[in-house]
């Protein structure tokens, strides 16, 4: 259920591998690592319940962290490294994070760390990859603490965060697990393991930054059930298939951009690897074209599995290669909740009709943290243990869920998510800028990309210069991937009476109109 199960049996066997270096972390390594974080962090006064976090590029020590929290009761936040110092501290902030590990190559994104008064006391930053000024050494906070086995081990959990439209990211919590580390599995390791057959043989790819969801959970179930985690510094495509042919890949995770860019490779490159040990490829986090999923199937064989869920893990739908093949454009079936489709009053719809998906579960799954009139409207009108992303789509007469939207009007650009208020909320403050709107729009390597439609202000005209400059002045405020990748100029925007801007007329100049 956790590294330390596998340490009398396999203790030098790899836990983790990093593919860019070959350096790796054992079983008895990551068990021993962790025991020494679990008794430095309890010697700082932390106890279950608690909160630390991680800011870092790819790297083998983020596993010692991680499983540091998950045999000490603690919750563990994971914050994307391309924030700003701003948009960082504000997530060390709301989750109340008691320690903070950081790498020192992403110096920028916890510059203001210092300022939170929990974390600027002794031991509280710990740095490794180099040195930050208020920051410890990582490795000499391990070489010092105590490697005594731990009595107690109650199961801890991640609170990752999630955008808001509001422009605010929003902390997702769900319960704390009940039973110690060695005895309960957490809900990935519970539905996945059985589900795509990871055992202690799995040598799983993870060619995705690990402060996402997805990947993060599914390094924590290889090393749950004893496998080797192999894992990339960034993604790149043929780095990628020689990692499979290395290392025997038998389980990956990707994002549909990832096939598109592993597909355009020329065919003599995709051709020279051996990807024949792949048992299962599993994709989410974005709709994936129905041709590029045939093609990779075409090319890897009947091993392209698809999942729909999010962070929140409200409920999940699953679909296999051949289900996918019979049922172009669905997102599998539900396992995990009960999928209700209703309208905008919260009546349920007849079959095929489209509405807002609700997942049904036994009891409220997740709560947003400190921000609960956002959890309630997560929540259906009449029922609170149904809870929605704002997803919409419809259910055919199989039961196969179809997705017709993306929740509201979310930009999923290359499997990374991008709320659009965030950029809006900057822009307008340009003097240039009347009005503003950014939409998704098509691209053919990420799916969609942010566009900026802007009214200018009386006085100003339209100008490349003055697009690049909107485009600086957004990146400026918010990290630069929320930024958008080009301007148009409007005459206006679609607004109701009321001043609610209409995008969804804005999006049919630029999507075709079965998309939009």
């Not at 836990?15 to 079983?27: D, K, N, R, S």
């Not at 041709?291 to 679909?319: C, N």
């Not at 929605?388 to 650009?413: C, H, N, P, Q, W």
Request: charged share 20%; hydrophobic share 40%; glycine share 8%.
């Amino acid at each position: 259920m956790f590294p330390g199960n596998f340490v009398a049996t396999t203790p030098d066997k790899p836990a983790v591998i990093a593919a860019a270096t070959g350096e790796q972390v054992t079983y008895a390594q990551l068990d021993d690592n962790s025991t020494r974080l679990a008794n430095h962090l309890e010697s700082l006064g932390l106890a279950p319940g608690d909160c630390i976090a991680v800011v870092s590029a790819n790297d083998l020590r983020i596993f010692d962290v991680y499983w540091a929290a998950l045999r000490s009761g603690l919750y563990v936040t994971a914050v994307n490294h391309h924030l700003t110092a701003a948009e960082t501290s504000y997530i060390l902030g709301d989750c109340n994070a008691k320690v903070l590990f950081a790498g020192a190559s992403v110096a920028d994104a916890v510059a203001g760390s210092g300022e939170i008064d929990v974390l600027a006391r002794p031991g509280h930053r710990i740095v490794w990859g180099g040195t930050l000024d208020g920051f410890e050494d990582y490795d000499a906070i391990l070489a010092s603490a105590s490697p005594e086995p731990r009595t107690d081990q109650p199961r801890g959990t991640d609170m990752l965060y999630s955008s808001g439209t509001t422009g605010r990211p929003k902390g997702i919590k769900t319960p704390m697990p009940e039973g110690q580390v060695n005895e309960v599995p957490d809900a990935y390791t519970a539905i996945f393991a059985p589900m795509y057959g990871f055992d202690d043989s799995t040598v799983y790819l993870s060619p995705a930054p690990l402060y996402h969801a997805a990947p993060l959970r599914y390094c924590g179930v290889t090393n749950s059930v004893g496998g080797t985690v192999v894992f990339l510094d960034r993604f790149e495509p043929e780095a990628a298939l020689a990692a499979i042919e290395k290392y025997h890949v038998t389980h990956s995770q990707w994002v549909p951009t990832m096939f598109i860019r592993m597909l355009k490779l020329p065919a003599e490159i995709r051709d020279k690897y051996d990807v024949s040990s792949m048992k299962l490829a599993v994709h989410a986090a974005a709709p994936c074209p129905v041709e590029v999923k045939r093609a990779m199937i075409d090319w890897w064989g009947p091993v392209i599995h698809e999942y729909y869920a999010s962070t929140e893990a409200a409920g999940a739908t699953f679909i296999g290669p051949q289900e996918a093949l019979d049922h172009p454009g669905s997102v599998g079936k539900p396992l995990l909740g009960v999928i209700h489709v209703c309208d905008e009053d919260g009546a349920e719809l007849p079959t095929g009709e489209v509405g807002q998906v609700y997942f049904e579960r036994d009891a409220v799954p997740f709560q947003y943290h400190n921000d609960p009139e956002k959890t309630r409207k997560s929540q259906h009108p009449e029922h609170e243990n149904w809870s929605t992303t704002g997803d919409v789509g419809y259910v055919d007469d199989e039961g196969y869920l179809y997705l017709t939207d993306r929740k509201a009007f979310m930009i999923i650009s290359g499997g990374v998510n991008i709320y659009p208020q965030e950029a809006e909320n900057v822009l307008i403050n340009h003097p240039a800028v009347f009005d503003v709107a950014v939409i998704g729009v098509p691209d053919p390597d990420l799916g969609e990309v942010a566009k900026a439609c802007v009214q200018l202000s009386e006085g100003y005209l339209p100008s490349d210069e003055l697009a690049d400059e909107l485009i600086s002045f957004t990146k400026d405020s918010i990290a630069a991937y929320k930024a958008p990748r080009s301007v148009d100029f409007v005459d206006d925007l679609p607004r109701t009476p009321t001043g609610k801007l209409v995008k969804g007329q804005l999006r049919k100049r630029y999507w075709p109109a079965a998309t939009v």
